[in-house]
Every structure is written in structure tokens, then in C-alpha cells.
Nanobody, 126 residues
Framework: QVQVMESGGGSVQAGGSLRLSCEAS????????MAWFRQAPGKEREGVAG????????LYADSVKGRFTISQDNAKNTVYLQMTTLQYEDTAMYYC???????????????????WGQGTQVTVSS
């Protein structure tokens, strides 16, 4: 059973914008930690942004602060990643994940998340 599903990737020129969507099952979405990760060819998967749907707390990687915004729509069980001022270095496969497992402080560590989507490609041309 699919827990999370991404959409919205594509190709854009540097400086442009894209919005990614992650639709979750109601059970997965409710009061849960959800996050966006990305992985470029030859690189490790890295956390981009996260949100706790219970109180809308957010986390961002330093590399995207001020450019990316994570948000949620409770009526649609959906988390969004609005990406602006895209750079060539943002090119990657973007994944949505949910179900952060402790212990410790909430983080964007990939192996702490239980459910993963299939990914959506974002390509930024310079």
C-alpha cells in the first residue's frame, strides 16, 4: 500500500521555480513528521526540508533556507515543497518521506524515516 506519493518535478532554467507535492494516506499524514530529501547522481541522499503536520514545525537544510518553503494542506493530506531561485546544484531526484523514528531530536536523517515515495526528478539547467 502506497503511503506517500510525489508529483510536480520537471525541468526549469536556473532562477526558476517549481512546486513539488507529496500526497500521503490519511493515517500517514496525521500528526506525523514528513520531509523532502534529494539525491543527485553519485551523491548521498540529503535532507532538504521537513514539517511536523501536528503543529507545522519546520526544518530546513542550510543550502535551501530562504529559497525553499515546505507547507501542508490538511484537507488534502498533502505536503508541498515550493522551490524558488533554483540553481543547477538543486538538480536531483526528490523524495518525500514520512514517519520519522526517534530517539533524539527530530532531524533530516534519511534512515530515520519509515515511508518513502518513488521520487520525482528536478532538473535545473544553467
Amino acid at each position: 500500500q502506497v503511503q506517500v506519493m510525489e508529483s510536480g518535478g520537471g525541468s526549469v532554467q536556473a532562477g526558476g521555480s517549481l512546486r513539488l507535492s507529496c500526497e500521503a494516506s490519511a493515517r500517514t499524514y496525521s500528526n506525523n513528521y514528513m520531509a523532502w530529501f534529494r539525491q543527485a547522481p553519485g551523491k548521498e541522499r540529503e535532507g532538504v526540508a521537513g514539517i511536523y503536520t501536528g503543529d507545522i514545525s519546520t526544518l530546513y537544510a542550510d543550502s535551501v533556507k530562504g529559497r525553499f518553503t515546505i507547507s501542508q494542506d490538511n484537507a488534502k493530506n498533502t505536503v508541498y515543497l515550493q522551490m524558488t531561485t533554483l540553481q543547477y546544484e538543486d538538480t536531483a531526484m526528490y523524495y518525500c518521506a514520512a514517519g520519522w523514528r526517534g530517539p533524539g531530536r527530530w532531524s533530516l536523517t534519511p534512515d530515520k524515516y519509515s515511508y518513502w515515495g518513488q521520487g520525482t526528478q528536478v532538473t535545473v539547467s544553467s
